[in-house]
């Protein structure tokens, strides 16, 4: 069964590194028709787009977290990961893991056909 | 405060029609770009409910459709059904000042 699962500790200190794990299943994400991306959701407002991964390593970052986001692919074990830099009570979020369909060139046409659960991440001393 | 704006909370009778409204502008739903709609029932994971305005995935209901015209984009639900009720979010693609991937703040579907 083709599914995504995210992985990390679900507590990170502040000015600390959150670290999460997306583990594809049912499917290879060296597949050329999707990007691997991060999402989240603050408590009480709407989803964000982290940034996004192709299986070649290209990445796309949403410009108002990119100096603190690390997005990478490891295609040997079916997974990518996130890592944000310097966190504060504000990263407390649910944090998704979803495939994002590029098969049409125009990026404006792309959009995320499968999620996981999503895990929640709570920043606190 | 997100990019594209949905009413915060709709509800409907079963069997009724509702409709959840996504509002943009120049930089996202008015350039031609495509919006999406995704469903987000009760402990589970979001689901792609309508892509590319219109179209439906396989195994989504034809009480689902979705319209776009200028900066705005509609999701309408007939037949509404207690199953129905959850968040929906629509989705479309900005300029690289605030995106690209932009979202609606979400809109609460309750079933009355």
């Known amino acids: 069964q083709l599914q995504l699962q995210e992985s990390g500790p679900g507590l990170v200190k502040p000015s600390e590194t959150l670290s999460l794990t997306c583990t594809l299943s049912g499917g290879s994400i060296s597949d050329i028709r999707y990007n691997w991306g991060w999402l989240r959701q603050p408590p009480g407002k709407g989803l964000e787009w982290i940034g996004s991964?192709?299986?070649?390593?290209?990445?796309y970052s949403n410009p108002s977290l990119k100096s603190r986001v690390t997005v990478a692919v490891d295609t040997s074990v079916n997974q990518f990961s996130l890592k944000l830099t310097s966190v504060t009570a504000a990263d407390t979020a649910i944090y998704y893991c979803a495939r994002q369909f590029r098969d049409i060139g125009n990026p404006s046409f792309w959009y995320f056909d499968l999620w996981g659960r999503g895990t929640l991440v709570t920043v606190s001393s | 405060q997100s990019v594209l704006t949905q009413p915060p909370s709709v509800s409907g009778a079963p069997g009724q029609v509702v409709t959840i409204s996504c509002t943009g502008n120049s930089s996202n739903i008015a350039t031609g770009s495509a919006v999406h709609w995704y469903q987000r029932l009760p402990g589970t994971a979001p689901k792609l409910l309508i892509y590319?305005?219109?179209i439906r995935p396989s195994g989504v209901p034809d009480r689902f459709s979705g319209y776009r015209s200028g900066a705005s984009a509609s999701l309408a639900i007939t037949g509404l059904q207690a199953e129905d009720e959850g968040d929906y979010y629509c989705?479309?693609?900005?300029?690289?000042?605030?995106?690209?991937?932009?979202f609606g703040g979400g809109t609460k579907l309750t079933v009355l």
């Open positions: 991964i192709y299986y070649t390593g290209s990445i």
């Open positions: 989705q479309s693609y900005a300029s690289r000042l605030n995106g690209p991937w932009v």
């Open positions: 590319s305005n219109v």
